[in-house]
């Protein structure tokens, strides 16, 4: 079946998870509803999914199930090699012998949209029809450091007042198999987000963020929550985390590779990370089919590309900040992306909010994430 699949570079992940039950979890919507909310389907009716929003423990049967319950933060070291794993005694979110990443295991998707609806299935075993997300590690907070020996770990401010094209090459000057947070792996997120909380919602789901304060957070406001996902406190003003990824959202806006916006507003991506370039609208680049909104507001509708289904780009503004996908979005023909929102967007952040600037761009309130795929 192609499943509990490892590598040199992984080592023995604990596959357990994805080889005890296969199963296809999924949501749908009617595209055209205002409900931010989707209907759970296959494997997943029924189960329940929350978030802590104080720290306390909640519901959430996703913890246990195939997929999810191989994601993990790691210390691993820039030729891969794992040095401890969350859990061990001695390992430290502060103190590491490398850099902090969490873990994603290889998994199957499914995205399409038939008379009116919109689908989403994932597996963690080979499917027909379904495209595969190979495994990944993404860095569980976003980038410290400086242009001389970038960071992941607790406890430091994150690396801003940097373009793009810089953070690219700092990122990509760690080893082999690392680089920039890039568009796909950034959709792999939003496709598991979805499926776990089937709400476009990702503040009220999760918690709001350092989304309405002057200022970034350091990094590591959400240790004490572990694998768990949420907030400490729903305060505005606070870290929140997803399945180990520390502020998605609000904080800082991040950089995303893999993609620049074209004529016409028509975005284009590339599939191999070693011809990623900003600005670049041509070949190993292909344009996507649909035209993105210009004005910045709430997303109303969702583009889908049936070559690119998994990529989630808005193709009109004007819902609101609790209706269809209430994340703010921006785009512009010749510019660069980045995503999530800052300290100061307040409700206008989520998984879904991006914007976008020049290559050459810098400021206080943008950086990014590092991304580590095993050569």
């Known amino acids: 079946m192609g499943y509990g699949r490892t590598n040199l570079a992984l080592g023995p992940i604990n596959v357990l998870a994805n080889r005890v039950r296969p199963i296809i979890m999924g949501v749908k919507r009617q595209i055209s509803s205002s409900a931010t909310a989707w209907e759970r389907t296959d494997g997943s009716i029924g189960m329940v999914a929350n978030a802590t929003h104080d720290g306390t423990a909640v519901q959430n049967d996703f913890d246990t199930a195939p997929i999810y319950a191989d994601i993990l933060t790691m210390d691993i070291s820039a ?5 401890r ?3 061990d005694a001695d390992f430290s979110f502060t103190n590491p012998v490398g850099y902090i990443v969490t873990y994603f295991p290889e998994f199957w998707y499914k995205r399409w949209q038939a008379d009116g609806w919109e689908y989403i299935q994932i597996s963690n075993v080979e499917q ?10 993404i860095g569980r907070y976003t980038t410290g450091g400086n242009s001389s020996a970038v960071t992941c770990k607790s406890g430091v401010s994150s690396f801003v007042n940097i373009s793009i ?6 990122s990509k000057n760690v080893g082999a198999g690392w680089g920039l947070m890039d568009i796909w792996r950034w959709s792999m997120l ?11 919602n990702s503040q009220a789901k999760l918690g709001y963020g350092n989304c309405s304060t002057s200022a970034q957070i350091n990094n590591g406001g959400c240790d004490s929550l572990g694998m768990k996902s949420g907030c400490l406190a729903n305060a505005k003003a606070t870290a929140v985390i997803y399945r180990g990824v ?11 590779d893999g993609i620049n916006i074209g004529t016409g507003r028509k975005s284009w991506v590339c599939k191999d990370r070693s011809q990623y370039a900003s600005d670049k609208t041509s070949s190993p680049y292909i344009q996507m089919s649909y035209a993105e909104p210009s004005s910045y507001s709430y997303i109303k509708t969702m583009g889908y590309d049936a070559n690119n289904p998994a990529i989630q780009r808005a193709t009109a503004t004007g819902g609101s900040d609790s209706t269809y ?7 512009n023909a010749g510019y660069c992306v980045f995503v999530g929102g800052y300290w100061g967007n307040d409700l206008y952040c989520g998984l879904w909010c991006a914007n976008y600037n020049s290559s050459s761009y810098t400021g206080t309130n943008i950086g990014g994430r590092l991304l580590f795929i095993p050569v």
């Open 79 to 83: 030729n891969g090699n794992i040095n």
């Open 325 to 331: 996908c209430p994340d703010y979005f921006s785009s």
């Open 128 to 137: 027909e029809g379904f495209e595969y997300s190979e495994p990944f590690y």
């Open 246 to 256: 520390e502020n998605p959202f609000g904080n800082i806006w991040q950089w995303l």
């Open 85 to 87: 794993k969350y859990g």
């Open 190 to 200: 939003q496709l598991l987000y979805l499926v776990e909380y089937a709400d476009y």
């Open 165 to 170: 094209t810089n953070l690219r090459t700092y």
